[in-house]
């Protein structure tokens, strides 16, 4: 597990600036949500920190590494998007290996959990069998393992691109609105699920949102950003009760 430490990131798009300098130091185990409106620029921030992305200025350091040039496969980073794509064609137990499956294919790392074990063997086979298990079991869908995706609910499929992330042992989250695709109930289900899984793993969770309510219950802190600034970063009861300004304070729904 590890902090995370932006300092000064910018980024455009052509003529357009997305990101504007953008600094935060989020703590080991710390739960950050970063919120606000649709277009501000949380998903390039999120995706420059796990290398999907490269910024024009600014750094990035995981832990205590500085992570420029280091490719987003070798950040140990776990993703999950709003669009969780299952491959249909595989089972539970199998979408859930496939980045033990990748990372042993590429090459580009020594996987903890089989490392040493040679690649195709029994013993390399039962030790993804036994991450995946245990990695299903934490998320309750250890009953699920031999389904396709097109035979899940919108939750249950939710939780294995989890499984899919969890898997990796990474040394911190990254979500990008992942339950904007799930009905209101199960959303508020699946929000204490994710704190829960939190609190279990005790990584740091980067959680982007652009529902503050949802961030509001979940985060140790939030982050509240507008057309590629940060306006505050502080606890959620500081940024409601307190807001830095009448934008946050919009954003948020503070009390006039
Ligand atoms: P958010 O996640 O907060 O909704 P994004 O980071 O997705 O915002 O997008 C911020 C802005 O950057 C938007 O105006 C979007 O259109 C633009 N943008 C994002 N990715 C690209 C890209 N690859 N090329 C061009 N413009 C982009
Ligand atoms: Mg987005």
Redesign the pocket.
């Known amino acids: 597990m590890a902090g995370i430490e932006l300092e000064g990131i910018r980024k455009s ?2 003529p ?1 600036a ?2 504007k300098g953008v600094s935060l130091a989020i703590a080991d185990g710390e739960f950050l949500s970063l919120v ?12 420059i920190i796990a290398g999907l ?1 490269v910024q024009d200025a600014g750094r990035i350091r995981i832990g205590s590494r500085a992570v420029e040039g280091i490719a987003a496969s070798a950040r140990n980073l776990a993703m999950v998007f709003q669009s969780y794509a299952l491959y249909p064609h595989l089972t539970v137990a199998e979408n859930i290996a496939v980045p033990l499956r990748m990372r042993r294919l590429s090459g580009l790392q020594r996987l903890p959990l089989v490392g040493g074990l040679l690649p195709g063997s029994r013993r390399e086979r039962a030790a993804i069998d036994a991450a995946v298990r245990s990695a299903a079991e934490i998320l309750d869908i250890g009953h699920l393992l031999q389904r396709k995706p097109a035979q899940l609910s919108g939750g249950q499929r939710q939780r294995v691109a989890v499984g899919r992330a969890l898997v990796r042992e990474p040394e911190a989250f990254l979500l ?2 992942p339950l904007s695709n799930l009905d209101a109930k199960l959303r508020v289900h699946m929000r204490s699920e994710i704190a829960g899984l939190h609190r279990r793993l005790a990584t740091t969770f980067v959680y ?1 949102t ?1 529902d503050q309510a949802e961030a509001m219950t979940m985060s140790d802190r939030i982050a509240v ?1 507008l057309d ?1 600034e940060l306006l505050q970063v502080a606890t959620p009861h500081e940024v409601y009760h307190r807001p830095a300004d009448r934008r946050v304070a919009e954003f948020i729904g503070s009390p006039k």
């Not at 620029?41 to 995706?47: F, I, N, P, Q, V």
């Open positions: 798009f052509g357009t997305v990101l606000g409106p649709s277009g501000c620029g949380k998903s390039t921030l999120l995706r992305e990008d609105e982007v652009h950003m590629g």
